[in-house]
């Protein structure tokens, strides 16, 4: 490989044949030497396409992979995909509806058969979107929630746990899908605002048929399924009304009026009716009071034979209609208001879910989550930020039993029968279940229909992959795995129950930290669904996608012309030329260096331009090093300038800021550092520095500075990898020929160590001085209009025995990059001519204008100065006003801060005190 860069950075080039090598290579393997450290990839739907949040995991998954693989850390990162009961059926039935093919039509076995097809065929979608994203996961060990390892710990699970009573089968209320005919969990839920009515009906007394109470409601559909009406019990106004009978609207049903706190007196009427049937919270009111409940629907949504015959048959949005105009016949319609609410749709089908009382599997989880809890309260679970375990708290101490089955044929199967009772039998398979049962050939047994919920499986993803139940050498080396790295929607459908399952099977937690990231959104701060048309796809980031193909791809879900009309306008308004190529590195760089935490996070794309011209400043600075250093000169032909032992100080200082910063999973405290000082210290001012050491007289010192360079970036390259991966690959293999790697790849390379030997803070505290003075001249000049060739005289005020000596030591460097002709320094109460003026710390420089000064311009100047100074020294207070930022931020970070703080307020006195002299 030549050592020379393409004069043009294109990351396509370099992305296309780097990870095929890595893969190939087998780096993605645990080496089996060192500490152990794993991760698990929260597994995507099998039907799946990356989307933000997936790409964001990716990066900081990667980063931490990288980082410690680097580090000399056994380290496994363990992933796989999820069956994704509903998602995975419905996308299949959509398949053999083209054909005019219904499920049914088939049978189970046959359809299942047809899902395993597609699954070989089109599985594989996401998984090679997330190696789009460089993951550098092992591959070889990827699994599947339905192979058959996963499956049988799947059952072996659901048998132990019905074995101590732990599951049980029971009739409650449900979501229940009536489109798909299955009962789905809250997580598959959709809550969408809609405009609505609130209905106000007349509930007659029985013993007092010309009197009634008004009660309102969202749902007139249900009231054939009242079996009460609720007031609050501090409501005066109906006091003497509880323990009384009503007539039940459009029914020969008598129904009594109770008093429950549940009952908000201001909402409505103050009376609400009960209907335990189809509504949860109602549900809890009727166990209060120990009374029944009626089911009026059936499970397609219809209304059943509990209902009066003018509606049974009817569609519960037809029945809503006929039983509006039926109360409003018989004078039982008070009032109707409009009214706004929120509707539960399933996020699959599309439908408004119902509650529903039907027969389902449950886990009684009050006696896992209490060891859950004591786990992370004793320490052994971190959730970083430690804010989330508050919220974990309070959901584990308000738990209701999970409801595990799914009426689908997509899934794990329960592994219970049934005889011709009733009686239930839970074993591995039936053969199992007689022998376990003691039951003879001739008992005739039938599976259940059901499955399990999707995240049961995904409850026992930590241990389940590595080989449990069976005692692998893999579950003995990584379980408990490291970290987890997932968002703050999922702590309670995930996150905890993989705690609760984890503890209870192998008696260890599942992970000892819990690292919880925000939510994507744009660059408004909405968050993005395909309803919005803000969604962006982390592809189209790396590859680009011009206009035409991104309104396209937005609208082509849409129903509503209107709808697609407004996203298409809005697309073409914010992306006029489309998304162009920004390629991986700057996508996984700007997803590290977000504020991960917060509960929302604003993505710009501004952001990724930004880090996509940080990649082509890291190209361009080694295109300079490789052309002015052909091979490694010998440390002992080296004579180090001031300029290379301020940079190798920076660099030590940068890899502390950096490795702080990822070994806390402040993944964007670790960015920066190593933006602030690739762009700012190596790029901006030593590239500089090193020009005139390149053209020393003294070989010792060119050899120095060649050195410096070399060694620099390829330390650069070495922390900058897990963040950015191709582009550092491909630079160090050009830097190969000259440093020697002991290793093949990168990635292989040893992380960068802070060598504290190498802080040399006497030419640090030299080089940061000197930067400050040529910052200043130089932005004078450019205030001023007075061109880089123009040399010039400065006079120089309260300069301490320090200031002159650095003046002097550095004085070659001034001329050469400020082209400062001569200084004077003065006596600190001396008369200045007119001047252009600053400050650097105490020392007061003023570059006489006589013939060249515009007076106007200079007070202009002054004043915009003094405002851009006390804007920082604003913002810097107000960071230090705030306890969590001083809490939470690396010490150092601080301490620079509260130190900047006070250095722009003596600037600022200064500059006030020059913008008077002028003023006068």
């Not at 930022?885 to 150092?892: G, K, Q």
Request: proline share 4%.
């Amino acid at each position: 490989m030549s050592s020379q860069l393409d004069t043009t950075y294109d990351p396509k080039i370099i992305e296309s044949h780097c990870y095929e090598k890595w893969e190939n290579a087998g780096y993605f393997t645990p080496t089996g030497k060192g500490q152990s450290f794993c991760i698990m990839l929260p597994p995507p739907n099998v039907t799946g396409s990356l989307h933000m949040g997936h790409a964001m995991e990716a990066s900081l998954m990667d980063c931490q992979v990288r980082y410690h693989r680097m580090n000399g850390d056994n380290t496994h990162w363990q992933v796989g995909t999820d069956h994704a009961g509903i998602a995975t059926q419905m996308v299949v039935e959509r398949q053999l509806a083209a054909d005019n093919i219904k499920r049914t039509d088939l049978g189970r076995e046959k359809f299942v058969e047809k899902i395993w097809e597609w699954k070989e065929h089109s599985g594989n979608t996401i998984v090679n979107q997330f190696k789009r994203m460089g993951a550098s996961a092992d591959w070889q060990q990827q699994r599947f929630t339905m192979d058959d390892g996963m499956s049988e710990a799947v059952r072996t699970v659901f048998i132990k746990l019905f074995d101590e009573g732990l599951i049980y089968r029971g009739k409650r209320l449900v979501n229940w899908d009536t489109k798909l005919h299955t009962a789905v969990s809250d997580l598959e839920v959709e809550h969408r605002d809609e405009d609505s009515s609130l209905w106000h009906i007349r509930y007659h007394f029985v013993d007092q048929p010309e009197k009634y109470i008004v009660v309102a409601t969202t749902r007139p559909e249900t009231l054939l399924g009242d079996v009460a009406v609720a007031v609050n019990p501090d409501d005066e106004r109906f006091q003497d009304y509880i323990g009384k009978m009503l007539q039940l609207p459009l029914t020969d049903r008598h129904i009594p009026i109770i008093a429950d706190n549940y009952v908000d007196a201001e909402f409505g009427s103050g009376c609400v009716k009960i209907t335990p049937g189809h509504d949860f919270n109602d549900y809890e009111v009727s166990e209060r009071h120990g009374m029944g409940l009626i089911n009026v629907f059936t499970k397609d949504g219809k209304l059943n034979e509990h209902t009066p015959e003018a509606y049974r048959g009817m569609d519960r949005f037809d029945a809503r209609k006929k039983i509006i105009s039926d109360l409003q016949a018989q004078d039982l319609m008070d009032e109707i208001e409009p009214y706004k609410t929120k509707r539960p749709y399933g996020d699959r089908s599309g439908t408004v879910l119902e509650p529903m009382l039907t027969n389902q599997w449950y886990v009684k989880v009050a006696p896992l989550a209490e060891v859950a809890v004591q786990a992370v309260d004793k320490g052994d679970i971190e959730f970083i930020p430690a804010n989330w375990k508050n919220s974990y708290d309070a959901w584990m101490k308000d738990l209701k039993d999970w409801c595990i089955s799914r009426q689908l044929w997509w899934g794990h199967r329960i592994p219970a029968w049934y005889d011709d009772k009733g009686n239930i039998y839970v074993a591995e398979d039936e053969a199992a279940a007689r022998k376990k049962y003691d039951l003879s050939a001739d008992v005739a047994l039938r599976q259940d229909d059901d499955v399990l919920d999707t995240w049961f499986s995904s409850a026992l993803f930590p241990f389940s992959t590595l080989g449990w139940p069976k005692d692998t050498d893999a579950l003995k080396t990584f379980y408990p795995t490291t970290v987890l790295i997932t968002g703050f929607d999922i702590i309670f459908f995930w996150v905890a129950r993989m705690i609760m399952m984890g503890i209870k099977f192998t008696g260890k937690v599942p992970f000892h930290k819990v690292y919880i990231h925000g939510l994507i959104c744009d660059h408004e701060g909405q968050k993005m669904s395909k309803s919005k048309g803000n969604v962006i796809d982390p592809i189209d980031l790396i590859d680009g996608i011009d206009l035409e193909s991104l309104v396209k791809k937005r609208t082509a879900s849409l129903m509503q012309p209107k709808q697609a009309k407004k996203i298409e306008k809005a697309t073409r308004k914010d992306f006029p030329d489309g998304i162009p190529p920004f390629g991986t590195d700057a996508v996984r760089f700007s997803f590290c260096a977000l504020p991960a935490t917060n509960r929302h996070i604003q993505f710009d794309l501004n952001r990724i331009a930004s880090n996509r011209n940080f990649c082509n400043k890291i190209w361009n600075a080694t295109r300079y090093v490789l052309m002015n250093v052909e091979s490694l000169p010998a440390i002992d032909d080296c004579e180090f300038s001031l300029a290379d032992r301020y940079i190798q100080a920076k660099l030590q200082l940068a890899t502390q800021s950096i490795r702080e910063g990822l070994d806390t999973y402040r993944f964007d405290f670790a960015a920066q550092a190593a933006y602030e000082f690739i762009w700012h210290e190596f790029c901006d001012w030593y590239l500089e520095l090193s020009k005139p050491l390149l053209k020393s007289d003294d070989g010792r010192i060119q050899n120095a500075a060649r050195y410096t360079l070399i060694i620099v970036l390829e330390s650069i390259l070495r922390l900058l990898h897990p963040f950015m991966p191709y582009i550092t690959e491909e630079i160090w293999q050009r830097l190969a020929e000259m440093t020697k790697p002991e290793v093949d790849s990168i990635m292989l390379a040893s992380y960068p160590q802070a060598d504290a030997s190498k802080i040399d803070a006497a030419a640090v505290a030299q080089i940061d001085w000197l930067k400050k003075v040529i910052e200043l001249v130089r932005n004078m000049r450019g205030e001023m209009n007075i061109s880089p060739k123009q040399s010039l005289s400065v006079l120089v005020k309260h300069a301490s025995t320090d200031d002159k000596q650095r003046w002097e030591d550095l004085n070659r460097l001034l001329q050469q990059l400020a082209n400062i002709e001569q200084a004077e320094f003065i006596a600190d109460d001396a008369a200045v001519p007119l001047s252009a003026s600053g400050v650097v710390g105490n020392l007061e420089i003023y570059v006489p204008m006589e013939g060249l000064i515009d007076t106007e311009a200079e007070v202009a100047r002054l004043s915009k100065q003094i405002a851009k100074f006390e804007k920082e020294h604003s913002l810097l207070n107000g960071k230090l006003q705030n306890k969590n930022y001083v809490d939470r931020a690396p010490a150092d970070l601080v301490a620079r801060d509260k130190d900047r703080v006070d250095e722009l307020a003596s600037m600022i006195n200064k500059l006030q005190t020059q913008l008077k002299q002028f003023k006068r």
